[in-house]
């Protein structure tokens, strides 16, 4: 079974590059479609599926709760938690089923057992900047202050997820067994040797 996980730093390319390794692999990837069907099993709307899916379940929540203001009702607080029990049935799932590419969501460490090919996508600040400018919403003008903010942010939510799962520090080279640098690069262009890399990794 040949399973691809990419964990990614946000704007370094690491959703396009998980999907058009998949294409070149000819085996489905998974990205959104666990959040659809997340969302479509529970009653969730989508865009509080991924709003929490990458976050821990305490990031999920306003700081202030238990401390200021009043716990939320129980039903409330449950639902980060369906969401995450959820997440990791669905990628057990969809990685028994067939070869596959992961994009995020812990997906390393939830198939550990199913020994993973795990991948990390990261880029320098300038690169990051630039895909994130090019990739916006028709109407959307943040500067770079601001978009290096909200890329930071991304990735502490990331991180603190990760921990959730694992001890291993998200990012660490020690977690993965490729670490992918797409800083000025055409994602396109780096397919090729990763497939080939890929290939090589579970014939050997």
């Given at each position: 079974?040949?399973?691809?996980?990419?964990?990614?730093?946000?704007?370094?390319?690491?959703?396009?590059?998980?999907?058009?390794?998949?294409?070149?692999?000819?085996?489905?990837?998974?990205?959104?479609?666990?959040?659809?069907?997340?969302?479509?099993?529970?009653?969730?709307?989508?865009?509080?599926?991924?709003?929490?899916?990458?976050?821990?379940?305490e990031a999920a929540y306003p700081l202030t709760i238990g401390h200021r203001?009043?716990?939320?009702?129980?039903?409330?607080?449950?639902?980060?938690?369906?969401?995450?029990?959820?997440?990791?049935?669905?990628?057990?799932?969809?990685?028994?089923?067939?070869?596959?590419?992961?994009?995020?969501?812990?997906?390393?460490?939830?198939?550990?057992?199913?020994?993973?090919?795990?991948?990390?996508?990261y880029a320098d600040m300038p690169s990051r900047l630039q895909r994130c400018?090019?990739?916006?919403?028709?109407?959307?003008?943040?500067?770079?202050?601001?978009?290096?903010?909200?890329?930071?942010?991304?990735?502490?939510?990331?991180?603190?997820?990760?921990?959730?799962?694992?001890?291993?520090?998200?990012g660490a080279k020690e977690a993965y067994h490729l670490c992918v640098n797409?800083?000025?690069?055409?994602?396109?262009?780096?397919?090729?040797?990763?497939?080939?890399?890929?290939?090589?990794?579970?014939?050997?």
């Amino acid at each position: 079974m040949k399973i691809i996980t990419i964990s990614r730093e946000f704007g370094s390319g690491g959703r396009e590059l998980g999907k058009r390794l998949a294409d070149e692999l000819g085996i489905p990837c998974y990205d959104h479609e666990i959040i659809e069907m997340i969302a479509k099993e529970n009653g969730f709307d989508e865009r509080y599926v991924a709003n929490v899916s990458e976050k821990s379940i305490e990031a999920a929540y306003p700081l202030t709760i238990g401390h200021r203001f009043a716990m939320p009702p129980l039903q409330i607080m449950d639902q980060p938690i369906r969401v995450a029990a959820a997440q990791r049935q669905i990628i057990e799932n969809f990685a028994k089923q067939s070869d596959c590419v992961i994009v995020g969501r812990c997906a390393d460490v939830i198939l550990e057992d199913m020994k993973p090919l795990n991948l990390f996508v990261y880029a320098d600040m300038p690169s990051r900047l630039q895909r994130c400018k090019d990739r916006a919403p028709e109407g959307e003008n943040l500067t770079d202050t601001e978009l290096m903010r909200m890329i930071r942010q991304i990735d502490k939510q990331r991180l603190q997820h990760h921990q959730m799962y694992s001890d291993m520090k998200w990012g660490a080279k020690e977690a993965y067994h490729l670490c992918v640098n797409t800083s000025g690069k055409e994602i396109k262009s780096l397919i090729p040797a990763l497939a080939a890399y890929v290939r090589a990794w579970f014939e050997a």
